[in-house]
């Protein structure tokens, strides 16, 4: 992984405190919930600063959102462990005449640009694998949670209705929703990519009996669709591969399907409705 710049020194220092310095004795579920809780809250806030942005007339509606890989990383981690980013990828605006900017450089204000830039550089100190199931859903799952934040992101600036200046437009929470259900099914299809190098034949997953978000690339009813209570079969089929050997790769796989599994779980129980008293706290936070 490349050592990525930080976003400034009081976010890093932030972040180093927050995440590395205060202790914390936590297990691996969770750690899970945490990151994924993490995860969530900071696209709602993202999601509420690009409204704030076209409100306020700062971005134009014809705006288009990429979402590329991270830009910023608030410090390091060290061992066997690894510093993952919250937010899959780093959000970028740019329009005819316009190159390719980061959001926040749209504001004059030192702590709006600091809040906006410590969504993004900030990261978490987890082992390994964590990283490496979100590397997964981010590049790899279809579809994966760069391409859903670009498009929820996307729909807010080209969609919103024309809202008071300094509130948030009720829209947002449509979209928040679209990113829950949307980040579930790459929960989902990541851990159906994941169980494939297990031996399904002797054990098998049941056929899903719920469908996932449906879009171009999520088909309705895949087989062995993640359901939260076959998480313990899951582990179990995974840690042997196809010639009855356990092996690191295969551990690894086995607690990657278990923090997806999490994420899942976490998403739908902690994180499905978006509080307005969050959105509230954003808007009185934010000064252009």
Not at 124 to 141: I, M, R
Not at 212 to 225: A, Q, W
Not at 266 to 281: G, M, S, Y
């Amino acid at each position: 992984m490349s050592q990525r710049e930080k976003f400034n020194k009081e976010v890093a220092a932030d972040g180093h405190f927050s995440e590395v310095l205060v202790e914390r004795s936590r297990s691996e579920k969770d750690l899970a919930k945490d990151h994924v809780i993490g995860r969530n809250r900071r696209v709602a806030e993202l999601l509420c600063y690009l409204s704030l942005l076209r409100g306020h007339g700062l971005i134009p509606a014809n705006a288009h959102v990429t979402c590329s890989a991270a830009r910023f990383q608030d410090y390091e981690s060290a061992g066997n462990r690894e510093a993952a980013h919250y937010l899959p990828g780093h959000v970028l605006l740019s329009w005819p005449g316009q190159e390719k900017r980061d959001l926040s450089s749209f504001v004059k204000d030192p702590n709006t640009k600091n809040l906006i830039g410590a969504l993004f550089s900030r990261v978490q100190d987890l082992p390994e694998n964590y990283n490496k199931a979100d590397s997964y859903v981010e590049k790899y799952t279809k579809p994966g949670l760069k391409t859903i934040l670009a498009s929820v992101c996307q729909d807010v600036v080209c969609s919103q209705p024309k809202t008071t200046i300094g509130r948030v437009s009720s829209f947002i929470y449509k979209a928040y929703e679209d990113w829950i259900l949307r980040s579930i099914a790459a929960y989902r299809y990541g851990l159906n990519r994941k169980i494939d190098i297990a031996d399904l034949h002797d054990n098998p997953i049941p056929q899903a009996t719920a469908p996932g978000f449906i879009d171009d690339s999520v088909s309705k009813f895949e087989p062995n669709l993640f359901q939260p209570s076959s998480i313990t079969a899951l582990e179990r089929v995974v840690r042997k591969n196809r010639s009855g050997k356990v092996t690191a790769t295969v551990w690894d796989y086995s607690e990657q399907i278990r923090i997806l599994g999490w994420y899942v779980d976490f998403t739908e129980k902690d994180c499905a409705i978006l509080n307005p008293r969050f959105v509230t706290d954003v808007e009185l936070s934010f000064k252009p």
